[in-house]
């Protein structure tokens, strides 16, 4: 019964390598998020999609390119991965439809890039 | 970009003590929220608040929307060794570009000894 899940929750992988990352919710919502949180637990958000179409892109790289296949996915896939790209990365997702604010976290994916 | 300021940085309580915290912005909110993070896990909502003044409490929690919209604070009364964790809050405005856009303080690390 996971609200908000991701997949890998480790990922330790080398500089220069791409990766991806998957969010899935089953909460019925319609907007979703990716979330950066750093060493000193700082959260930023990165993007947000609604219904398939992107509405937030913070100033992010380009080597970041989010997915949403569908309402309940949105993916996350890193190219030439750097050594700054470590961090946690969570998913998050809520109901714009039904006028709510209130966001739901995954679990977080740990990103180490060697 | 916004800045939310939270205070304290860390608090180290004994149990049963009550904490309290705070977060600031020089901009407005329409929404407050506060999360708390457990290590290794995602952001879990404790409490949302809608309405400036408005007081809300979940168990030994208590939130409030300040009246200038500028603020909010978060009590927790009786505390035991579970409450251990990063409690963080978030601001959001309700504007067409910025909906869903939350921003973050910057936590309040809370230990709890017996």
């Known amino acids: 019964d996971t609200a908000v899940s991701q997949t890998p929750k480790y990922l330790v992988t080398q500089m220069g390598n791409d990766k991806s990352i998957k969010c899935e919710q089953n909460?019925?919502?319609?907007?979703m998020y990716w979330y950066k949180q750093d060493s000193k637990k700082f959260l930023k958000i990165m993007f947000s999609y609604n219904n398939k179409e992107l509405i937030i892109n913070e100033t992010v790289p380009n080597r970041f390119s989010p997915k949403s296949p569908d309402k309940a996915h949105l993916n996350l896939h890193i190219n030439s991965l750097e050594l700054g790209d470590s961090a946690v990365y969570f998913c998050a997702s809520s109901s714009r439809l039904a006028g709510a604010d209130t966001q739901y976290f995954g679990p977080g994916t740990r990103l180490t890039v060697l | 970009g916004q800045q939310l300021n939270q205070s304290p940085q860390s608090m180290f309580i004994q149990e049963g003590e009550d904490v309290s915290m705070n977060c600031t912005s020089s901009?407005?909110?329409?929404?407050w929220l506060w999360y708390k993070q457990d290590p290794g896990e995602g952001p879990v909502l404790l409490i949302a608040l809608y309405k400036a003044g408005e007081l809300t409490s979940n168990g030994r929690l208590t939130a409030q929307f300040g009246i200038t919209r500028k603020d909010s604070f978060l009590n927790i009364s009786a505390s035991i060794p579970s409450d251990v964790g990063i409690y963080f809050c978030?601001?959001?405005?309700?504007?067409?570009?910025?909906?869903?856009?939350?921003?973050f303080g910057a936590g309040t690390q809370v230990v709890v000894t017996p």
């Open positions: 978030a601001g959001q405005r309700r504007a067409t570009d910025s909906w869903g856009k939350l921003q």
């Open positions: 901009s407005i909110f329409n929404t």
């Open positions: 909460l019925g919502h319609d907007t």
